[in-house]
């Protein structure tokens, strides 16, 4: 099985990855492996999900014959500690994925590069990490026409900047869904809503205690 470890979005997550350092029984990978053509170890041929035409498919844990682990991040707050978590991959040879809002790429193009030079993913989290079902935020859904402008906003934005595209992933803000939304970001070419299976800044569980649940489950399923 492949987990999907969502590691928060204010980028306090160093003593998390330090941790990863050490476990050389795991594959890590980045999201492209599992929703699109997988690599290395987890290899298969075709893709391992199956697009539903209209309807944007929601990954929160990858192929049950593959056992490894996929580091995501969200960018929407400030700079933080971003440097020195792409320090850490970088050192650790761990490629990521980040769901990135228009507004934080745009105070920070040199790290979007470099995300993007390393190797790293970037999944559209739109422009100003806005709830589109409003639940969260206890506000009105946003319309159809605003949630393709937030997309479209930060998709121009991050090509421009890098060259490279964010469709087909998608992040939810703040994980909020409905068939709405995987509707209207499927109208928009993003056919993967990308989740999480455990997300380490939940409060009953510390960083490591989500990280050695991981571990011992996916050491378990290896046997």
């Not at 035409?53 to 700079?79: E, K, N, W, Y």
């Not at 792409?86 to 507004?103: P, Y």
């Not at 906003?153 to 090509?159: A, P, S």
Request: charged residues 20%.
């Amino acid at each position: 099985m492949t987990c999907l470890l969502f590691l928060g979005s204010h980028w306090k997550a160093t003593r998390t990855l330090a941790f990863f350092g050490g476990l050389v029984a795991l594959t890590l990978s980045p999201l492209n492996a599992f929703a699109q053509s997988s690599i290395g170890a987890c290899q298969d041929a075709g893709l391992a999900f199956t697009l539903t035409p209209g309807r944007s498919v929601i990954v929160d844990r990858g192929p049950a014959s593959c056992s490894a682990v996929s580091l995501t991040f969200d960018a929407g707050a400030d700079r933080g500690y971003a440097e020195l978590i792409l320090d850490i991959l970088r050192e650790n040879k761990v490629q990521a994925s980040f769901g990135m809002t228009g507004l934080w790429a745009q105070q920070n193009p040199d790290l979007i590069q470099r995300m993007v030079d390393e190797g790293h993913e970037l999944i559209n989290h739109t422009w100003r990490h806005g709830s589109f079902t409003g639940f969260s935020t206890n506000s009105r859904p946003l319309t159809v026409d605003v949630r393709a402008a937030e997309l479209e906003r930060t998709e121009e934005l991050i090509r421009g900047l890098t060259g490279t595209s964010t469709r087909p992933l998608f992040r939810p803000p703040y994980g909020d869904l409905n068939e709405g939304v995987l509707k209207d970001v499927a109208d928009q070419g993003y056919d993967f809503t990308i989740m999480w299976t455990v997300d380490r800044s939940e409060e009953h569980t510390s960083e490591l205690q989500s990280l050695a649940y991981l571990v011992c489950r996916l050491l378990l399923e290896k046997k």
